[in-house]
């Protein structure tokens, strides 16, 4: 986009018309896109807790849910929202049923008040979590987020995109998993935010900790994974 298309934008959304320059060629001015504000969210009031788990889900399974159950009591949460996206760039998707199929399994599996399985993420039109921590900070600035995950998520979270941005986003909690934790506390991502770790002890400050800040939680470690479940539905 030139400097004229710009200065030419800020006309129309004014309701004015500019006048074009001698010696200009003005290109045609596309209508704006929908705002990112119309899309629809969960509710999230100002000062309200709220941790966000994403994931395929594919499908959801009570080790989601403890993982939620987890961060709830030691972080003090108000609400879990469970980020049904609609596809891991990193993930092989020949495996990945229809969207729909996995946000109706994931509402089933959760079975509380307290958690929301939504799949706002497909009207953003990305894949990448850090859009989707840039439009919820946008569109909820007096929320306090908190993004969890697993801590296989965190020992392979330097491959996602924009990952240090990710961690400045909003504070992180990490709950445990089988055979994960020194290779999560060891990863590139936990070295390289070493100094923004939290004691455990302390983990009901996070929510309301500047990021970045984030805290590995500990509690029953469930064995279950999407990949195994599959594998098993697989082989009957």
Do not use: C
């Not at 296989?152 to 934790?181: K, Q, S, Y």
């Amino acid at each position: 986009m030139t400097p004229w298309d710009m200065i030419g934008q800020k006309f129309l959304h004014a309701g004015m018309r500019p006048r074009q320059p001698t010696g200009l060629t003005v290109r045609r001015i596309m209508p704006p896109r929908p705002s990112i504000f119309g899309i629809p969210t969960p509710p999230a009031p100002p000062g309200a807790r709220i941790g966000l788990l994403g994931g395929s889900f594919n499908p959801a399974h009570a080790g989601h849910r403890q993982i939620s159950e987890i961060a709830r009591r030691q972080l003090g949460l108000d609400a879990v929202w469970w980020l049904v996206t609609p596809g891991n760039p990193l993930k092989d998707k020949r495996d990945l049923a229809p969207l729909v199929h996995r946000l109706d399994e994931a509402r089933r599996v959760a079975a509380a008040s307290w958690i929301t399985a939504t799949a706002f993420e497909a009207a953003l039109g990305s894949p990448y979590t850090i859009d989707t921590l840039r439009f919820l900070k946008l569109r909820h600035p007096s929320a306090q987020f908190v993004w969890l995950m697993g801590a296989d998520n965190l020992a392979t979270m330097h491959r996602w995109r924009a990952w240090r941005e990710i961690a400045t986003t909003f504070p992180m909690a990490v709950v445990d998993r089988p055979g994960w934790h020194l290779r999560a506390l060891s990863s590139p991502a936990a070295r390289a935010f070493a100094r923004a770790q939290l004691r455990e002890a302390n983990a009901a400050m996070l929510p309301q900790r500047a990021s970045p800040a984030w805290v590995m939680l500990t509690g029953p470690l469930s064995p279950l994974s999407s990949t195994a479940i599959r594998a098993k539905q697989r082989n009957g």
